[in-house]
């Protein structure tokens, strides 16, 4: 139940951008993040990332379908969604997503289909009635298999990998802007604001990544592609020091010019935020990765079972890292009232329509999509390292 506290407007007694609001640049950072490390194999040929660029780039594609979720159970009237392409407002910096997320889903669904089109067809091959017509419908009747087919594929995967970077940093980059650009909210409106969201999304994917990787090859007792791990986890600790850097140098520029809008930040970093931000994301869910991956990345002679334990669980605590920051982002932005004296609550109720249980749902539906993909596209072989 929202109370407030101090001088609070009426209309700032309740939170209007719910949990929901903070899932959404949670899963589309995931998005972002597993498509550029893909990226980085396809478009850039670096070959300690083969084993695990097709599994980055389907992965990035399960979030993807999942990203718009969390908007559309925050709308009181989802199928209106469709009317920001249908009757665009090119004055709108909201209605941008929707082309966006749109462009961005073709891409990621072309290089899927050209970087699997040749497995499609040794599975069209093998199948027999039903399962054959289906092949034969995703391959669009394009069975063809040779050596100048499979240099096209490649080429046009190249290509789509190297669209899409710019367009994935663009669709996180505007998740950032959008709150940036708010300058009635103090919390929010600094132009550091997408930066600050493109690398804790680079951060969440290569999170997410590492996380699920080791997770899969442990279960299923199969051989990690160690360089692989490796390399992405040095990648992990520099972008994490960037992003937690640059979380840091905003509220120390804010600081260090000691107005009026340092006067109030402080009472709510100091107070409504103190355990999610300075305790949490700061704290335990910053400080902790940053050692661990220290050592993992210096120490040349530590074992390898320990150095993979210590990657998993520091990409483990990234990943809540960059969640409690869209928390404190989305939800800390809105406790702050514009009389500038005083503070709203907010809680997500358990059962709610946008509550802890629902929340909990969509968190892990791209998770289960994922191990539904596996069936589809073959992530992992045995001879992978």
């Not at 809105?334 to 005083?342: D, T």
Request: with cysteine; aromatic share 16%.
């Amino acid at each position: 139940m929202d109370a407030g506290a101090g001088y609070v407007f009426p209309n700032e007694l309740h939170v209007t951008w719910t949990v929901m609001i903070v899932l959404y640049p949670y899963i589309t950072g995931m998005v972002a993040g597993a498509f550029i490390v893909s990226s980085f194999y396809h478009v850039f040929g670096m070959e300690k990332l083969r084993p695990i660029a097709k599994y980055a780039l389907v992965s990035s594609f399960a979030f993807l379908l999942f990203a718009t979720v969390p908007l559309l159970n925050h709308l009181g009237k989802p199928e209106r969604a469709f009317n920001i392409l249908v009757t665009p407002n090119f004055s709108s910096a909201m209605s941008g997503f929707g082309f966006i997320y749109l462009f961005y889903m073709i891409i990621v669904f072309l290089e899927i289909w050209f970087s699997y089109r040749v497995t499609f067809i040794r599975r069209h091959e093998a199948a027999r009635g039903l399962a054959r017509r289906l092949y034969s419908v995703l391959l669009l009747g394009q069975t063809r298999d040779t050596e100048e087919t499979r240099v096209v594929d490649r080429k046009l995967v190249v290509f789509l990998g190297g669209l899409g970077i710019p367009v994935a940093c663009v669709l996180h980059g505007y998740v950032g802007f959008l709150f940036g650009s708010i300058k009635a909210n103090l919390w929010w409106s600094t132009p550091l604001m997408f930066i600050i969201f493109i690398f804790s999304a680079i951060v969440s994917g290569l999170a997410v990544l590492i996380f699920l990787y080791l997770i899969i090859h442990w279960t299923r007792k199969l051989p990690v592609a160690q360089d692989s791990i490796d390399l992405m986890a040095k990648w992990l600790w520099g972008f994490m020091i960037i992003a937690v850097v640059l979380e840091l140098m905003e509220i120390l520029s804010i600081s260090y010019e000691r107005t009026e809008k340092w006067a109030i930040l402080e009472t709510l970093i100091n107070g409504k935020l103190r355990v999610s931000y300075v305790y949490l994301q700061i704290g335990l869910f910053s400080l902790v990765p940053f050692f661990l991956l220290s050592v993992t990345t210096l120490a040349k002679r530590l074992d390898t079972r320990v150095r993979n334990i210590l990657i998993w669980l520091s990409s483990g605590m990234l990943l809540l890292q960059v969640l409690f920051m869209r928390w404190n982002v989305v939800i800390g932005g809105q406790l702050l009232s514009k009389s500038m004296r005083g503070f709203t609550e907010y809680f997500p109720g358990i059962f709610d329509k946008e509550g802890l249980l629902v929340s909990f749902l969509l968190i892990i539906a791209p998770f289960l999509l994922l191990r539904v993909f596996d069936q589809l596209f073959p992530f992992f072989q045995r001879h992978e390292t």
